[in-house]
């Protein structure tokens, strides 16, 4: 179970705004097309590294740069 999110393990409008912004500037970053195969994962990463608990923006950048 997801330790830092409620039972529902939704994710919020602010939260998805967090989210989106986060993956938008790392395929600008790593000159991605958002409709790439790359993208996808990066997108799938982004939101599994959230709903275990890696809320900080900051880190969820570390993570996902390291991919």
Known sequence: M???RDLR???SPNELNLLQRLFEDELARKHLP???PLA???AK???ALFQD???EPRD???RISET
């Open 40 to 42: 996808e994962c990066l």
């Open 34 to 36: 958002i409709d790439s």
């Open 60 to 62: 969820l950048l570390e």
């Open 45 to 47: 990463r982004l939101i």
């Open 53 to 55: 608990g890696v809320t």
């Open 2 to 4: 997801y330790p830092s």
């Open 9 to 11: 393990c939704a994710i």
